[in-house]
């Protein structure tokens, strides 16, 4: 079946850039989506069709694909940006599927 | 401003039955589908299921472990969507989020109902 692959965990300290990859073979047929999830609330969505962002999300945060992997790239990371972070996309029914979540801690 | 509210979650004994509600309000209600997602205790996000728009005759759309227990619907006169999960299990326990789904994405989410399914 379908899954999309995320690292568990990425820490960094204040200023780096992070990365956030999240692979499957489905990612090369259907767009990908990036939610930003702080503990005790809702998930927001950061990033949609793999690199447009929605109106009000700094433009620290992007996205970009290429063949089987999405990345989500946070630039100049910040200590607000310590939070779960899940991708989305679709499974072979055209469904929707998360990733398993990236817990980013900043040092 | 677009805003979903959740209600209707609770605990429950398993084999019984709950129903939730998303109250939309800040948009046209009809013109988008409706998806619950759910994330049980400590764990990630899982996609539960979506009713499309009137536009696309609203079917209904299910994940495989709640097919046949769980049922969509909308009444977009109130601009509601339900959620009536039937059987429930232990492991359907889980905070149920309502979000509009827009784009084969989750544009919009409600602030979530905790389902918690014990004796």
């Known amino acids: 079946s379908y899954e999309l692959t995320q690292p568990p965990s990425v820490s960094l300290s204040p200023g780096q850039t992070a990365r956030i990859t999240c692979s499957g073979d489905?990612?090369?047929?259907?767009?990908a989506y990036w939610y930003q999830q702080k503990p005790g609330q809702a998930p927001v969505m950061l990033i949609y069709?793999?690199?447009e962002r929605p109106s009000g999300i700094p433009e620290r945060f992007s996205g970009s694909s290429s063949g089987t992997t999405v990345t989500l790239t946070i630039s100049g990371v910040q200590a607000e940006d310590e939070a779960d972070y899940y991708c989305?996309?679709?499974?072979?029914?055209?469904?929707?599927?998360f990733g398993g979540g990236t817990n980013l801690t900043v040092l | 401003e677009v805003q979903l509210v959740e209600s209707g979650g609770g605990l429950v004994q398993p084999g019984r039955s709950l129903r939730l509600s998303c109250t939309a309000s800040?948009?046209?209600?009809?013109?988008?589908?409706v998806s619950w997602v759910r994330q049980a205790p400590g764990k990630g996000l899982e996609w539960v299921g979506f009713?499309?728009?009137?536009?696309?005759?609203?079917?209904?759309e299910y994940a495989a472990s709640v097919k046949g227990r769980f049922t969509i619907s909308r009444d977009d006169s109130k601009t509601i969507a339900y959620l009536q999960m039937n059987s429930l299990k232990n492991e359907d326990t889980a905070v149920y989020y309502c979000?509009?789904?827009?784009?084969?994405?989750?544009?919009?989410w409600g602030q979530g109902t905790l389902v918690t399914v014990s004796s």
């Open positions: 489905a990612l090369p047929k259907h767009y």
């Open positions: 989305q996309s679709a499974d072979r029914s055209g469904n929707p599927l």
């Open positions: 979000t509009r789904y827009y784009g084969d994405g989750f544009d919009y």
């Open positions: 800040g948009f046209t209600f009809g013109d988008y589908a």
């Open positions: 069709k793999d690199n």
């Open positions: 009713i499309r728009s009137n536009a696309y005759g609203g079917t209904t």
